[in-house]
Each structure stands twice: as C-alpha cells, then as structure tokens.
C-alpha cells in the first residue's frame, strides 16, 4: 500500500460516508446483503465469505459494477469500510476506481 492508495481510498470513502447510508438487509453466517442508499438511485450490495469468515464474493447492483473490469465500486468498498473489513479490499484494484 503506498502513498496514492492510501490517498485515493480515503477520497471514495470521504465521499461515500458524507452522501451515503448503509442498512442491513440480511445478515448469516455465510451472506450478508446491504442496501446503500443516498446516491442517484439505491444498490444492493451482496458479500459471501467462506467457512474461515474471508471475502470469496461480492456483487453490487450498480452500473459501475456491472459495466466496468475492476471488480469493486465506491458502494462495495463503502460496505466493507462500514462493518469494518476494509482491510479485505486489494489495494491494486482499488487503484483503479476513480475517485
Ligand atoms: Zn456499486
């Protein structure tokens, strides 16, 4: 993690915590779902871990998402940063989200 991660993940999650909200949807031990509310239109954020609680999927219902290679958007890495687990996120592919 360098100088230019730490600066762009702080740039999405300022922006994330001033305009966003996040509620809980359904909790188990496998699956949480969120809702992130406070954008243009509400998503639908979905996190599956496995049996030793890490990351194995994630899904988000927003363009950026589904439309884009990288894998994660700003409602993702709000969720995690949310309940805590932003630690969970890859540094290489948060490099390329825009701020
Ligand atoms: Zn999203």
Excluded: A
Excluded at 12 to 25: G, T
Excluded at 89 to 96: M, R, T, V, Y
Aim: aromatic share 12%.
């Amino acid at each position: 993690m360098d100088y230019t991660f730490h600066t762009r993940i702080r740039r999405v999650l300022r922006d994330f915590k001033k305009h966003y909200k996040v509620h809980e949807i359904e909790i188990t031990d496998t699956e949480e779902t969120y809702l992130v509310t406070g954008g243009t239109q509400d998503y639908t954020v979905k996190l599956i871990f496995d049996e030793e609680e890490r990351l194995k999927e994630w899904s988000c219902t927003c363009p950026d998402f589904t439309t884009k290679t990288h894998g994660y958007c700003k409602h993702i890495i709000g969720v995690l940063y949310h309940t805590g687990r932003e630690f969970m996120i890859l540094p290489k592919l948060i490099e390329e989200i825009k701020g």
